[in-house]
Nanobody
């Protein structure tokens, strides 16, 4: 059974930092990454990293967020710095298996507020 287990969300003040983690199991993953969904908005991609280390970022987070992965641990990380209130959302881990199936984590809440 494939599972993606997220951790690291929480409440942080504007300008602060958080680190999200997503541990995968049950499959070998090619691309792994993060989406987010704010209240009343559609889910949007935040960042992705391939098994080879190639990264892609949404324009809104470039220069502030850094995605990385540990292939041995099947874990992807999202280091979020200089957080803004508009970063408030539920963050979802996403992973594609080498067989081409897509999996989602349960989501973790990130709230940026003073």
């Amino acid at each position: 059974q494939v599972q993606l287990v997220e951790s690291g969300g929480g409440l942080v003040q504007p300008g602060g930092s958080l680190r999200l983690s997503c541990a995968g199991s049950g499959s070998i993953f090619s691309a792994m990454g993060w989406y987010r969904q704010a209240p009343g908005k559609e889910r949007e991609v935040v960042a992705f990293v391939t098994s080879g280390g190639g990264t892609t970022y949404a324009d809104s987070v470039k220069g502030r967020f850094t995605i990385s992965r540990d292939n041995a641990k099947k874990t992807v990380y999202l280091q979020m710095n200089s957080l803004k209130p508009e970063d408030t959302a539920v963050y979802y881990c996403n992973a594609m298996s080498i067989a081409g199936y897509t999996y989602w984590g349960q989501g973790t809440q990130v709230t940026v507020s003073s």
